[in-house]
């Protein structure tokens, strides 16, 4: 069985995501007497708060971002903004942010559930992590195969040296389409594109551990 052959998928996460927006959006409504549409821009925002300030909470944010453009687009824009104003990324006009400050400032009493009490936790963050490396290791093999169709290299060319030229496009390609991969550290990122390599069955897995070894070489002497 390979190192990612185990993995999940990640459906059953989003679900869960997607209960605690529902369940928070009701206690909103119920507790503050908004809006649907107002409640669900409150609960998305909380919930995204929340994830931020956890040690996994990039995969959840990201996820939460999935489900933003897909189940609820009409708030997308405001979401956004209110992400980037939280975080110090923008800043608003005076008048923009009293009003923005204003429409989070509590109605009532609320007890909102987080993403630990329904049970998102470090371990899904970690799944969801694998499932993008697996998405990722697919391509990478793809890549790879194409990679040696069109590249002819002369008989003395160590394979390391053609896995590192390898990798170099292949760190933008991750840095810009799996950033949960790209913030886990350049040994998570040389394991996905050893292991996209040895699923394509060539070079032999023997020449592929002594690449592995001069590349780890090299990693640990930087």
Known sequence: MGLFDFLKPKDKIQQRLMNLISHNVDMIRNREGRTRADAEYIAICIIIDDLRERPNGRAGHKMMMDILQKHYPMHLND??????WSTGQINLKPEAEVDL???HARKGPREDATSKTLGFTEKDGEKLILAEA?????????RWL???????????VRLAEIIEGFAM????????SYPLLDAA????????????????????LDAINQAIEEIDAKLRNA
Do not use: A
């Not at 979401?79 to 980037?84: D, M």
């Not at 697996?134 to 793809?142: R, T």
């Not at 496009?169 to 810009?176: H, S, Y």
């Not at 550290?185 to 032999?204: A, C, E, L, N």
């Open 101 to 103: 400050r204003e429409r």
């Open 134 to 142: 697996e998405e990722c290791i697919s391509k990478i093999s793809d």
């Open 169 to 176: 496009p292949m760190q933008e390609f991750v840095r810009m």
């Open 79 to 84: 979401v956004i903004t209110y992400v980037g």
């Open 185 to 204: 550290g350049p040994r998570f990122f040389w394991m996905v594109v050893f292991h996209g390599i040895q699923r394509t069955g060539s070079p032999s």
């Open 146 to 156: 194409y990679y040696n169709e069109k590249l002819k290299f002369k008989p003395d």
